[in-house]
């Protein structure tokens, strides 16, 4: 696509249930990022992809946080018995290779989870 | 720990003038600073890059100047317009790392 998309762009749920979240990168972009914000603040990385390397995921918060990617393609990202603490807006963005050189990352519009 | 501050205090400004957004940052040695815009409800679009060995770095309206003694990045916007009104963050990477970190930002307004 021209973008990056995730689905879904809001998303309530009830305190203790799984959420799983999706991102579609844009085409070729072999580098994805998950990032969460929370509101005011800046963004907090969760969890890196390269091509068909072992995911980086030294950011991920709890062992509650996994995410998935198929090859260089789809990412979702999943949240299991979710808390309160939970609720902010979860960033996707890819780029060409874990290189930006001039082109930096281009994100998705968000997933804004609403924990109650 | 590292830590990159930007001011969380709004930035007004008249119309046409220039608006200068600061980022600092402590324990960190970064090859590359980045700026992006984002505006409500969006994901942050990508402005400009600046290398470490690079002390300035222009794209049309926006310039950025990157000091790494001072551990301090700079971004201008000259001849501001109301739909530059936004907020700004700062990001950093180390070289060869993949990891980017992101500062809070920076509201600006730029008042007709």
């Known amino acids: 696509g021209a973008g990056v998309s995730q689905s879904p762009s809001n998303k309530v749920t009830e305190k203790g249930k799984d959420v799983e979240l999706r991102c579609d990168p844009i085409s070729g972009h072999t580098a994805l990022y998950w990032y969460r914000q929370r509101l005011g603040q800046g963004l907090e990385f969760l969890i890196y992809f390269q091509g068909n390397s072992a995911p980086d995921k030294s950011g991920l918060p709890s062992d509650r946080f996994s995410a998935e990617r198929t090859g260089e393609s789809v990412s979702t990202l999943t949240i299991q018995r979710t808390q309160q603490e939970d609720s902010a807006v979860y960033l996707c963005?890819?780029?060409?290779?874990?290189?930006?050189?001039?082109?930096?990352?281009?994100f998705g519009s968000g997933t804004r989870l609403t924990v109650v | 720990s590292q830590k990159i501050e930007q001011n969380s205090e709004a930035l007004n400004i008249q119309e046409g003038k220039t608006a200068t957004l600061t980022c600092n940052y402590t324990n960190y040695s970064p090859a590359y600073l980045q700026w992006y815009r984002q505006d409500p409800g969006r994901g942050p679009v990508f402005l400009l890059l600046?290398?470490?060995?690079?002390k300035e770095k222009r794209k049309e309206r926006l310039k950025v100047t990157f000091d790494t003694t001072l551990k301090q990045s700079l971004f201008h916007i000259t001849a501001s317009q109301p739909a530059d009104s936004a907020t700004y963050l700062c990001a950093l990477r180390n070289t060869g790392g993949f990891k980017t970190i992101f500062g809070a930002g920076t509201r600006l307004f730029v008042k007709a």
């Open positions: 600046i290398r470490e060995n690079e």
């Open positions: 963005a890819s780029s060409w290779s874990r290189d930006t050189t001039n082109y930096g990352y281009t």
